[in-house]
């Protein structure tokens, strides 16, 4: 079941459709002629729904509190899954993981960031991370979201923290002794991470790199959530490509051939 490849639309479900993102979803999933939502699940709504509806996509932009529950219902019913649900953590990778030995034939994309520019940056911090012997990351968000640090910065700090590693880079450098507990951010694997919450904000991240005499910037600042539709669409038509466990949009793109926007 490649999406777009048949000849009947792909079905697809949206849970946290009442939600900022998955009101957005829905629309961009009934605008793609491909596509056909099929259901649009909320909090309390029966995921039974999904299944009388015939769903064999389902995305998720939920909670963290309901993204678990909801993949393993999902996989125990035959969709794929597709979700920027954020709170994962390695233990929850693994369970998942685990889940989709049990379905071998579903595709499940946890993708900390549907954004072409945020995934971009991750890339970039990626191969910048072994030139410079300092860095931190920033996100800056809108204060209404519930999680701090953002998905992607924690993701972007494991990324930097394995190339550093890779590259058998020396810790970061750090003599400070913190006046305030929280002063220096939270430590993902090595990298501080800092989480700004500020009204008029929607979603920014920069991943600052020094070394000696310079900085580098790497910066994304999202300012619609319509820049994340092309990602989701790319999802959701290509996960049931991807069989298992995939973290991360970049997966499913070419970021290296030639050149071309997410949703092409
Ligand atoms: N990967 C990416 O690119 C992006 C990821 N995100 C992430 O996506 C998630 C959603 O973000 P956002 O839309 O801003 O958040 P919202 O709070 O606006 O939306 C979440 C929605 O999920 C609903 N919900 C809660 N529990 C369930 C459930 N069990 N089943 C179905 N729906 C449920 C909520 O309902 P109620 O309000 O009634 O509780 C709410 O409508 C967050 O984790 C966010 O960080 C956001 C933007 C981009
Ligand atoms: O809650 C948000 O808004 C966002 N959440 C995701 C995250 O935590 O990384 C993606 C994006 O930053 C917007």
């Not at 299944?51 to 309901?66: I, N, R």
């Amino acid at each position: 079941m490649s999406a777009g490849s048949g000849q009947e639309p792909l079905r697809v479900a949206v849970l946290g459709a009442r939600g900022r993102m998955g009101r957005q979803a829905c629309a961009a999933v009934d605008a793609a002629p491909d596509l056909e939502l099929v259901a649009e699940i909320g909090r309390g709504d029966r995921l039974d729904a999904l299944a009388e509806a015939g769903a064999q996509v389902a995305v998720d932009l939920t909670v963290p509190a309901a993204v678990m529950g909801n993949v393993e219902w999902c996989l125990s019913h035959g969709v794929h899954v597709v979700t920027g649900t954020t709170g994962w953590t390695a233990d929850r990778l693994d369970t998942v993981r685990q889940w989709c030995t049990q379905a071998p034939a579903l595709g499940v994309l946890v993708a900390p960031n549907f954004g072409i520019g945020a995934v971009l940056v991750m890339r970039f911090a990626q191969q910048a991370a072994r030139f410079f012997e300092s860095v931190e990351v920033v996100e800056l968000h809108h204060p209404d979201k519930l999680d701090a640090p953002s998905g992607t910065a924690v993701r972007t700090a494991q990324l930097i923290a394995a190339a550093r590693a890779e590259a058998g880079l020396d810790p970061v450098p750090d003599a400070t002794v913190e006046a305030l507990e929280g002063a220096r951010g939270a430590d993902v694997d090595g990298v501080r991470v800092h989480a700004v919450r500020l009204r008029g904000l929607l979603a920014h991240q920069e991943v600052l790199l020094g070394g000696p005499g310079e900085t580098l910037t790497l910066r994304d600042d999202t300012y619609d959530r319509a820049s994340f539709m092309p990602g989701v669409l790319v999802g959701v038509r290509k996960v049931a490509d991807h069989p298992g466990l995939t973290v991360g949009l970049e997966n499913y793109l070419d970021l290296d051939g030639a050149p071309r926007r997410a949703g092409d």
